[in-house]
């Protein structure tokens, strides 16, 4: 068994003429219904994300298409991410900016994350190698997630239905679920309350996890210390957004899971993925339809 027919379209090229014929679609870019639709003999699409939230997942699964991602891509250029702020958000980096910006010389208090408490939210491969990390800098973490499952380099594990009990053992709380219809509003009004008014929240998830509003109050009012985002309830956030003047955030337009070479890396996922589909072997980072990720 082999390719009969391979296309590859540039930038901005219109995909729906040769959709009809396509039974593989590699996508890096949207991939919504009206293009599905068109795509009638569609078997197996393979995305260059990992969320799926933005697929037309129920169509999808209607049809019987198998679906792919990338998962486990974005381990360390993710963790890397969350680690930069830790530092940033602990060291006081952008107040320093601040200060260095009006010509004025201040010193601020610092600390150190060895012996702090970082709380990962979803131990799936981001997480997994998050906690590595923050364990080989001497931090002690804890997990959340919807099972009692041990995870390399957590010392605790907690259920979902205990978050505000493990929010306020966290330091630093990172987000690192998928998104899914269990995860939307999981960081709740309750559980941003439940955090120490020392505490740091970052999100490298979906904006849809946390609740946005109970964040912005918190953080103007300094119910917690500070936090740093990379995901909105809507993306471009708005210049109307309250976010964009605090001065306890340290905000980034999503792009904590960047790469210079993302296309290539995805790519290779990719075609690793077609041998095996050719040689009808299991293929690599399955998306299951009923968990959504």
């Known amino acids: 068994m082999g390719i009969d027919n391979l296309k590859i379209l540039s930038t901005g090229e219109e995909p729906i003429p040769f959709l009809k014929e396509a039974d593989i679609i590699f996508s890096i870019s949207s991939f919504p219904q009206k293009i599905l639709d ?9 995305v260059s994300s990992a969320g799926v939230n933005q697929l037309p997942l129920t169509s999808l699964r209607d049809r019987g298409i198998l679906l792919t991602n990338v998962r486990g891509m974005h381990g360390d250029c993710i963790s890397e991410y969350v680690l930069a702020m830790m530092f940033a958000l602990n060291r006081q980096i952008p107040k320093v900016l601040q200060f260095q910006k009006a010509g004025q010389w ?14 990962i939210i979803g131990l799936g491969g981001i997480g997994q190698v998050l906690a590595q990390k923050a364990s080989a800098l001497g931090m002690k973490v804890i ?14 594990m907690y259920l979902t239905k205990d978050i505000c009990d493990f929010m306020a053992h966290s330091d630093f709380v990172a987000v690192c679920c998928p998104l899914t219809p269990e995860t939307t509003g999981l960081v709740s009004k309750e559980a941003i309350a439940s955090m120490k008014p020392t505490a740091s929240l970052i999100n490298i998830a979906r904006g849809q996890v946390v609740d946005e509003p109970a964040l912005i109050e918190a953080l103007q009012q300094k119910k917690i210390a500070s936090a740093a ?6 993306e471009p956030l708005p210049e109307s957004s309250p976010l964009w003047k605090l001065d306890n955030l340290i905000l980034t337009p999503h792009v904590a899971g960047d790469m210079v070479d993302y296309t290539e890396r995805a790519a290779k996922i990719f075609t690793d993925n077609l041998e095996r589909y050719l040689k009808k072997q299991p293929l690599q980072g399955v998306v299951d339809y009923q968990l959504g990720y």
């Open 38 to 46: 068109q795509a009638t003999n569609l078997k197996w699409l393979q």
């Open 106 to 119: 201040h010193k601020l208090s610092q600390s150190m994350l060895k012996d702090h408490t970082l709380g």
């Open 143 to 156: 997990g959340l997630r919807n099972s009692t499952k041990p995870a390399e380099h957590v010392s605790r």
């Open 229 to 234: 985002l990379d995901v909105f309830w809507k």
